[in-house]
């Protein structure tokens, strides 16, 4: 068990919402990541926060933001949601120097 | 542009076979090569990068910069192998902005 908890497992919203993702990491992992994993497709980086700064983004638009608090535990928002944010959210983490640790992911559905 | 090629959707191998699962990258610069597996019902996980130039569960993967290639190879297929392999890159050691190919889906048939 990796220890890196996500919250739903699975979400639908309709388009024009907006929808909050949770991750639990464990302890002493300062550095996650949130990625978007469309059907068929692997993941696709959408940005990295550490020490609760974000630290790197992807190609995604500003409407997908993010949290990370003190406790370890990190926020994916999605506003205005369109149909093609339709996907997989995986959250990863870790501490220093070690490997990425994945969640089990949230699934989404925008209709 | 980075990119991580894996042609291949679906490698179906019998048991006792030998495995390629091929992962090609275009990149200007020295990247870091991953192979992470997703095994049915569980969470992507990393099987091993090219830094580490280690055999993890009989896999191993050889960096090749003149070809751009980081294959993933083993000798004698496992049923237990079966499972969603994905290449992947990264610009430096201790980022996690990794870049990800599509996956191979690895069938091993008894």
């Known amino acids: 068990e990796t220890g890196v908890t996500q919250s739903p497992t699975h979400l639908i919203k309709t388009r024009g919402q907006q929808v909050t993702l949770r991750c639990s990491s464990q302890?002493?992992?300062?550095?996650v990541s949130w990625y978007q994993q469309a059907l068929g497709q692997g993941p696709q980086f959408i940005f990295q926060?550490?020490?609760?700064?974000?630290?790197g983004r992807g190609n995604f638009p500003p409407r997908f933001s993010g949290l990370q608090f003190p406790n370890y535990s990190s926020e994916l928002n999605v506003n205005a949601l369109e149909l093609d944010d339709s996907a997989l959210y995986l959250c990863?983490?870790?501490?220093?120097?070690?490997?990425?640790?994945f969640g089990n992911g949230t699934r989404l559905t925008v209709t | 542009a980075q990119r991580v090629t894996q042609p291949e959707k679906l490698l179906s191998v019998f048991k006792g076979a030998p495995v390629e699962l091929k992962c090609n990258y275009s990149?200007?610069?020295?990247?870091?090569l991953f192979w992470y597996v997703q095994y049915s019902r569980q969470r992507l996980q990393l099987l091993l990068r090219?830094?580490s130039r280690e055999s993890i569960k009989g896999f191993t993967a050889d960096l090749n910069k003149g070809e751009t290639s980081f294959h993933l190879k083993k000798p004698f297929a496992q049923e237990e192998d079966s499972a969603m392999y994905y290449c992947?890159?990264?610009?430096?050691?201790?980022?996690?902005?990794?870049?990800f190919g599509t996956g191979t889906r690895l069938q091993v048939f008894p």
């Open positions: 990863a983490s870790r501490a220093a120097n070690s490997p990425l640790h």
């Open positions: 302890s002493g992992h300062n550095t």
């Open positions: 090219h830094i």
């Open positions: 926060y550490y020490r609760e700064e974000e630290n």
């Open positions: 990149y200007s610069g020295s990247p870091e």
């Open positions: 992947a890159l990264a610009k430096s050691y201790n980022t996690d902005k990794l870049i």
